[in-house]
């Protein structure tokens, strides 16, 4: 009889315990997440995908915009749309690769390598370099044309050079590659040093682009003119940001290069969409108060929100977020980047050339401080006229414009706080910001800005928050939901 009872006492205490703990065990932690970008889709998509449900309870997503994407987002010129932020995507993005095929996303097919846009390199005076162009639609022809062009490309650049600089990107893709490993094989980091060193890019972020290529056996007249011509298209900047930087914008210059049918921020919405999120589009946080166990967000809309994990998805540089306790994040400054679009026709005379047809398809530029414009490329050509697509580092006014342009139907103009100022050596931010539940994913900016890079950062956070709270600190992802993602599971349909 006394033992009887002494077992049910025991079950009974035992109960009461489960009980006392059943709540912090089993409670589902809510999760704000600021900014409807590729990076904060990306972290609700994989929070959702890692997690069983007790362990996520609601996301919410806000959005100072009224639409979804952020720094994707396309503009309508004459019914046609175009892409007027993140445009390119590189055919080993695989989390944009996937994201298409969950999303059921059309993917527009790249260019034809034997139809590439016709290249010039100008220096504000004369093209000191440019491919030749037909307008036959000839298979032969454009062969024949895209050979000349490899072989004046080769006399001009140096065979070693060119092969150089793809052993330099295809090294860099290599072990950028790392970040699609397996759970068991890829750690969860808690830095982005650490997730640089682990996959071997670090040491290119301590170096500038120009420095890596000088080393790598680069010739100048490659690194003055082609390479210069690409980053100035693809960061707004010089050869002097970091060598990573530097290797991710070339990667943006090879073949099979794509884009989502429509625009690419379908794919922040999708994500959103499929991952059971509350979304608060025109809503602003303007700040964020650690309160013991939760975080309060208060917006401009003079709501309150509470959460127990809180994702910062946009660049903090030039917001005015409060945050109490105050974090420390280093100093930054984002490179602004203005899109112009016009619709018209380019003026041959500001190009010293007597007709439309010699300006080449895409007009890259070589760093010199008179030259008012980055890049201007054909977007797409009509009946009667073509959109063009301008990249500068200051707005172009509508005079130089009217220099530039013969006919000039069209123009909008867009400034964006595009990318980080590249600097070498590079300074982080911490993914956690605050040693408790506040993640940063734009601090892995610094090492590139893509939208592929954003969502391997997002990835990599969503991971770190579902082991932090599961209490496995180290680093273990075993509690994670187990998925593949094996790159050469992720085949490409491109
Ligand atoms: C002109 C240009 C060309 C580019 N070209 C390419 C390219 O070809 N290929 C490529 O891969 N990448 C490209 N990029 C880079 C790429 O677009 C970005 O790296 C990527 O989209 C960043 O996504 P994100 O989610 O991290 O940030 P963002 O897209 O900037 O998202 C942050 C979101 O947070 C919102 N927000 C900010 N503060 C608050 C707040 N307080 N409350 C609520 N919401 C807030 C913002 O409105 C924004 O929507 C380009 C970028 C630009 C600007």
């Not at 990573?244 to 994500?271: D, K, P, R, T």
């Not at 994040?329 to 190009?351: D, I």
Request: hydrophobic share 40%; with cysteine; proline share 4%.
């Amino acid at each position: 009889m006394e033992k009887k009872c002494h077992s049910q006492i025991t079950a009974l205490t035992f109960c009461i315990l489960l009980l006392l703990l059943y709540p912090y065990h089993a409670r589902a932690h809510d999760v704000c997440i600021i900014g409807s970008g590729i990076g904060g889709a990306s972290v609700a998509h994989f929070l959702r995908r890692y997690s069983e449900p007790q362990t996520i309870g609601q996301i919410t997503v806000f959005e100072r915009n009224g639409v979804v994407g952020g720094r994707m987002a396309t503009v309508t010129i004459a019914g046609e749309t175009f892409e007027a932020g993140g445009s390119i995507l590189h055919p080993k993005n695989y989390h944009a690769l996937n994201y298409t095929k969950y999303l059921n996303l059309k993917v527009k097919a790249p260019k034809h390598p034997d139809d590439p846009l016709s290249l010039g390199v100008w220096d504000g005076h004369k093209f000191v370099y440019k491919t030749l162009s037909s307008n036959s639609k000839l298979p032969i022809i454009q062969r024949i044309v895209s050979i000349a062009n490899s072989v004046r490309m080769l006399l001009r650049y140096g065979a070693f050079s060119l092969f150089r600089m793809s052993i330099f990107v295809e090294v860099m893709l290599n072990q950028f590659l790392k970040y699609y490993e397996d759970f068991e094989a890829r750690p969860v980091f808690e830095s982005v040093e650490g997730m640089l060193k682990w996959a071997g890019l670090y040491n290119l972020t301590r170096r500038t682009l120009g420095e890596e290529l000088v080393d790598a056996g680069l010739s100048t007249t490659l690194i003055q003119e082609l390479v210069t011509v690409i980053t100035r298209i693809n960061y707004g900047q010089s050869v002097n940001i970091s060598g990573l930087a530097g290797a991710v914008s070339l990667a943006g210059s090879g073949g099979g290069l794509w884009a989502v049918e429509g625009g690419n921020w379908q794919m922040a919405a999708g994500l959103i969409n499929h991952s059971d999120v509350n979304l608060h589009l025109q809503e602003e946080i303007k700040s964020v108060s650690y309160l013991g166990d939760v975080y309060e967000l208060n917006s401009t809309q003079g709501k309150s929100y509470n959460c127990q994990v809180t994702v910062v998805a946009t660049p903090l540089d030039e917001i005015n977020i409060i945050f109490n306790p105050k974090i420390s994040v280093p100093p930054r400054k984002l490179q602004h980047t203005h899109a112009t679009f016009v619709r018209g026709l380019l003026n041959p005379a500001y190009f010293g050339l007597g007709a439309l047809s010699d300006i080449p398809e895409l007009v890259g530029t070589i760093e010199s401080a008179d030259l008012p414009f980055s890049s201007i490329g054909v977007q797409k050509k009509h009946e009667k006229d073509i959109t063009y697509k301008i990249f500068s580092r200051e707005p172009l006014s509508d005079a130089l414009l009217d220099e530039i342009f013969s006919v000039r139907v069209e123009t909008i103009k867009i400034n964006w706080g595009a990318y980080p100022h590249y600097h070498a050596p590079e300074r982080y931010a911490p993914f956690i910001l605050d040693g408790n539940h506040l993640y940063y994913v734009n601090a892995f900016e610094n090492a590139a800005s893509s939208m592929e890079t954003s969502s391997v950062a997002a990835e990599n956070i969503a991971r770190l928050i579902l082991s932090r709270l599961s209490g496995k600190v180290n680093c273990d992802s075993s509690n994670l939901k187990s998925v593949t993602s094996d790159p050469s599971k992720m085949n490409s349909e491109l």
